[in-house]
């Protein structure tokens, strides 16, 4: 907190005034969205764990003015399925993204003044709310039919301290995108949500594709099971065993996030989002190598000592990188597919798979 208030001179803070009462963030969270001033059109919270950029403030006021009426979150961790959408989006050349997780990033969140007064009379109602304080308050925000998006690069990256609501077992949960300033490309363009997105499961470290809430319908499968991906090319599987990461093979982290990367490019052409060059052009970029060093980090860190993924940071990005340029030439020959062109797909194997024989 000393910290935040250094870099942020004036900078109201929010106690929880039960600290003895059950582990939530509810309570301070309250305070500290009914604390917008009296002239004020827009509201910013962050919380005790945020690492603002250097021109934090600057790049709250373009968002505020470009995006009035929605709720703007600074931050995503590089785990969340939102993480993907924030990744397509950098490589697309769009600095904001849909929020598609079941919570909001609150690390950093941007709200219009009375959707940030209504939200902290809601909360003050439900401060012992069973659900955890981003859940509660993206449930609000919806109710109220606030869009709500993050900006890319984030704002606001995630210091690494201990959770309040037990998330410590969750890895270091940093940006999916953080340059530690602001980006001034200010192009005032959202990426489109498609109705299914490639993402790499933290859980599961596999590569998955899965509905938005975009389909009209719901899909989940694995990503190396439906769509047609080549193999990582030699040099850098060559380069990945020699590093001493898992071998480059089907099932296997490393492979898992080269679909992943594959996956993510195609989506970009064979969903209309851009072109072939326009994706080498933005994943070029200090933003767009950003985002794909993020990749690993997120989706590998249950499966791969954390310490080799940061040592070997440097080739996993060039991995996604590659991944993401040979997706998009792929992608421009072939239609980005639906929930229920997928749903068509697998519905067939599943009778025979269930068939007698």
Do not use: K
């Amino acid at each position: 907190m000393a910290r935040l208030r250094q870099q942020l001179p004036g900078l109201n803070v929010a106690l929880d005034p039960r600290p003895d009462g059950p582990p939530t963030s509810v309570r301070s969270a309250a305070i500290a969205w009914g604390a917008v001033a009296p002239v004020a059109t827009h509201h910013l919270v962050l919380e005790d764990d945020a690492l603002p950029c250097t021109d934090l403030l600057d790049g709250c006021t373009a968002l505020a003015q470009r995006f009035p009426a929605a709720a703007v979150a600074l931050f995503v961790n590089d785990s969340a399925r939102t993480a993907a959408v924030a990744r397509m989006a950098v490589w697309s050349g769009r600095d904001v993204a849909p929020v598609i997780d079941i919570y909001v990033p609150t690390q950093g969140l941007i709200l219009p003044a009375e959707t940030a007064r209504g939200l902290a009379a809601f909360l003050s109602a439900h401060d012992d709310l069973a659900e955890a304080g981003d859940i509660a308050t993206l449930r609000y925000l919806c109710a109220e039919g606030i869009a709500v998006l993050v900006a890319v690069p984030n704002l606001v990256d995630h210091d690494d301290l201990s959770s309040i609501i037990g998330n410590d077992d969750h890895g270091r949960r940093g940006s999916a995108c953080y340059l530690g300033h602001r980006s001034d490309a200010g192009t005032c363009r959202q990426l489109e949500l498609p109705e299914i997105i490639p993402y790499l499961s933290e859980s599961t470290t596999r590569s998955i594709l899965t509905s938005t809430p975009a389909a009209d319908r719901s899909f989940r499968g694995r990503t190396a099971d439906l769509l047609a991906v080549r193999p990582l090319p030699n040099d850098l599987a060559r380069r990945s065993e020699a590093a001493g990461l898992p071998p480059a093979v089907p099932g296997r982290p490393v492979y898992e996030l080269w679909v992943t990367a594959v996956a993510s490019g195609m989506l970009l052409t064979g969903g209309g989002h851009c072109g072939p060059d326009e994706v080498r052009r933005h994943a070029a970029t200090p933003a767009g190598r950003a985002a794909a060093a993020s990749m690993a980090p997120g989706g590998l860190d249950r499966s791969v000592p954390r310490s080799l993924l940061a040592n070997e940071a440097g080739l996993l990005t060039d991995i996604v990188l590659h991944g993401v340029t040979v997706g998009a030439d792929a992608g421009v020959t072939r239609r980005w597919p639906t929930a229920s062109d997928l749903l068509s797909t697998v519905a067939p194997q599943r009778r025979e798979a269930a068939a007698p024989r």
